[in-house]
Nanobody, 123 residues
Framework: VQLQASGGGSVQPGGSLRLSCVVSGSSLDSHSFGWFRQVPGKEREWVSVLASSDGSTLYRPSVKGRFTVSKNSADNTVYLQMSGLKPEDTAVYYC?????????????????WGRGTLVTVSS
């Protein structure tokens, strides 16, 4: 299973970005997916989790109401729509895949990881 994240960039506070995670080598229904982010010198933290089996979602409290995770089975892609971006959202964002019924926020439960994509929020 390979994951390829993209869509990062530089935006002003209040702006929006949509991250994409293209999944190859497996169908979306075979995994749960997580979005994580990491700032240099800090631990990787979870942002959102999507259970492909039933579409259940989890959001980190600081992003709830601003971020939305979704999937498109037609193109085997998981998305993270981010709006109302804040400077504290600046990080490298990663997508990851875990067992299908696992709604994990601990990155150690995720077996497959994509390369990160940098999101910078600054005025």
């Amino acid at each position: 299973v390979q994951l390829q994240a993209s869509g990062g960039g530089s935006v002003q506070p209040g702006g929006s970005l949509r991250l994409s995670c293209v999944v190859s080598g497996s169908s979306l229904d075979s995994h749960s997916f997580g979005w994580f982010r990491q700032v240099p010198g800090k631990e990787r933290e979870w942002v959102s989790v999507l259970a492909s089996s039933d579409g259940s979602t989890l959001y980190r409290p600081s992003v709830k109401g601003r971020f939305t995770v979704s999937k498109n089975s037609a193109d085997n892609t998981v998305y993270l729509q981010m709006s109302g971006l804040k400077p504290e959202d600046t990080a490298v964002y990663y997508c990851a895949a875990a067992l299908p019924l696992l709604m994990a926020t601990n990155p150690s439960y995720y077996e497959y990881w994509g390369r990160g994509t940098l999101v910078t929020v600054s005025s």
